[in-house]
C-alpha cells in the first residue's frame, strides 16, 4: 500500500492507494458509524457493511440533489447521529460528493473518511475535498471544501464496474498528465491496453500518480483561487454536455478535452502533433472524443457554468503536454471559436 497525504490549513487526508476494503475498520473511531452509499455498491459489498448502519441513497446525477441531502439528515435524525457519529461514504464520486458534504454539514460537521469504489473517484472526485450537489441546471453550485480523513482506493473492487463506467475514470488520468506531467502522459501511451485489461501494478501505478497531482494542485491552492482551476482542463465544455445528454462526467470530460486542446492549437499555443496524440491516446482508452449538439445549446450551457464572470469565461488551455494554463475568453468570441472547431476535430 502506498500513503499520499494531503495536508491543508485545517486537516490531514490520507489517501490510501491500494489498500484493502476489508481493511475500514482500521481506521475507523471507535464509535457509531454511518455508511452511505448507493443500491449497486450495496449490492456488490454488503458483506463489508455488518455492524454498521446503512444509508442508501439514488444512483446518477440527477440524485446530486438538495432532495437527496434532506433524505440522508432524515435518516441520520433516525439513526441517532450525533456529534460522535462517523460517516463513511463507500461508493464513486456521486456518493463521496453528496455524503461528504452531508456529513460537513449536518450538526456543523461530523467526521468522515470515504472507501472510494469507481476509478474515476480514486483518481479524482474523492481526492481534494471538494463536496456538494448540483441545483436546478447548476453543476455542483452547492457545497463546501472539507477534506475526508481517509481515502481507502482498493483496485479489487474496480473489477465489479460497468466497462463504460471503469473507461471514463481514464478521462480524468488522461487530463492529470495533460495538465501536469508529460511522463504520466508517455507511460499511458505505452501502458493503455494493460491499463484497460486491469493490470493490477499498471493500475495501482496510474492511481498513485493521477493523486499525486492532484494533490500537490489541492495543497498549494485548496480554495481554487488559482492553480487548482487547471483541474478544470475540458470540463466547462464537459459540463455543458452532461446537462444537454446523458453522457458520463468521463465521458463528457474527454470530448471537453479534445475541444479545449483543439482551441489550443487554433489559437496557436499548442502543436497539431501534440492535439493529435491527445486526440489518439483518448481514443485508444475507447472514449468519445467528438459529439454533434447544436452550438447555441451548447453555448447557453455554458453561460450556466460557475467559472462564468460576466460575459466572460474561464477555460483551460495547453502550451504542450504536461503545461496548462488559464484563459480568460468572451462568451462571444468562443461561440465564433467554437463554430470552426467543430468542423476540425480529429
Ligand atoms: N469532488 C470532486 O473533486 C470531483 C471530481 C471529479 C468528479 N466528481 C463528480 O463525481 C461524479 C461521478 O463519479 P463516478 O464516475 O464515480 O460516478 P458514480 O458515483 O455515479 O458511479 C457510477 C456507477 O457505478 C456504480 N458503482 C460504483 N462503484 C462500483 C463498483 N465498485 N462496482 C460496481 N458498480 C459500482 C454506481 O452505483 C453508479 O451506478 C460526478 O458527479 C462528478 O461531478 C467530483
Ligand atoms: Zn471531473
Not at 446530486?64 to 464513486?92: H, M, N, P, W
Not at 499555443?269 to 489518439?280: A, C, D, N, P, V
Not at 467528438?290 to 466572460?312: N, T
Not at 504536461?322 to 480568460?328: D, L, T
Request: with cysteine; hydrophobic share 40%; aromatic share 10%.
Amino acid at each position: 500500500m502506498k500513503i499520499i497525504e494531503i495536508k491543508t490549513d485545517t486537516k490531514l487526508s490520507k489517501i490510501l492507494i491500494g489498500e484493502k476494503i476489508a481493511n475500514l475498520k482500521q481506521y475507523l473511531p471507535p464509535v457509531k458509524t454511518v455508511i452511505v452509499t448507493d443500491k449497486t455498491v450495496s449490492a456488490h459489498y454488503h458483506s463489508f457493511f455488518n455492524g454498521f448502519n446503512v444509508v442508501e441513497i439514488g444512483e446518477g446525477e440527477e440524485n446530486k440533489t438538495l432532495e437527496t441531502l434532506q433524505y440522508i439528515f432524515s435518516r441520520f435524525v433516525e439513526l441517532e447521529v450525533d456529534r460522535s457519529t462517523f460517516i463513511v461514504a463507500f461508493g464513486g464520486g456521486i456518493v463521496c460528493d453528496v455524503a461528504g458534504f452531508a456529513a460537513s454539514v449536518f450538526m456543523r460537521g461530523l467526521r468522515f473518511g470515504f472507501v472510494s469504489t469507481t476509478l474515476l473517484s480514486q483518481v479524482d472526485a474523492s481526492v481534494g475535498g471538494k463536496n456538494g450537489v448540483n441545483f436546478h441546471r447548476y453543476k455542483n453550485m452547492i457545497g463546501v471544501f472539507n477534506q475526508p480523513e481517509f481515502v481507502i482506493c482498493d483496485s479489487d473492487v474496480l473489477k465489479t464496474l460497468e466497462r463504460k463506467e471503469f473507461i471514463a475514470g481514464f478521462a480524468e488520468i488522461v487530463k492529470a498528465a495533460v495538465i501536469k506531467d508529460y511522463k504520466l502522459f508517455q507511460y499511458l501511451e505505452g501502458h493503455w491496453q494493460q491499463a484497460l485489461d486491469l493490470d493490477e501494478e499498471v493500475i495501482g501505478h496510474l492511481v498513485y500518480e493521477s493523486v499525486l497531482i492532484k494533490s500537490k494542485v489541492v495543497e498549494a491552492d485548496e480554495r481554487e483561487k488559482g492553480e487548482r482551476r487547471l483541474l478544470n482542463f475540458g470540463h466547462t465544455f464537459a459540463h455543458s454536455f452532461e446537462k444537454l445528454t446523458d453522457l458520463l462526467h468521463g465521458e463528457a470530460v474527454s470530448i471537453g478535452m479534445v475541444l479545449a486542446a483543439k482551441l489550443s492549437e487554433k489559437l496557436g499555443f499548442l502543436s497539431r502533433k501534440e492535439y493529435q496524440r491527445i486526440y489518439t491516446l483518448l481514443g485508444n482508452f475507447g472514449l468519445p472524443v467528438d459529439i454533434s449538439l447544436d452550438i447555441k445549446k451548447v453555448l447557453s450551457a455554458m453561460k450556466q457554468d460557475k467559472k462564468r464572470e460576466g460575459d466572460s469565461i474561464h477555460l483551460v488551455l495547453i502550451k504542450q503536454i504536461g503545461e496548462a494554463f488559464s484563459y480568460k475568453t468572451k462568451l462571444n468570441k468562443l461561440e465564433e471559436i467554437i463554430h470552426d472547431l467543430h468542423s476540425d476535430i480529429g
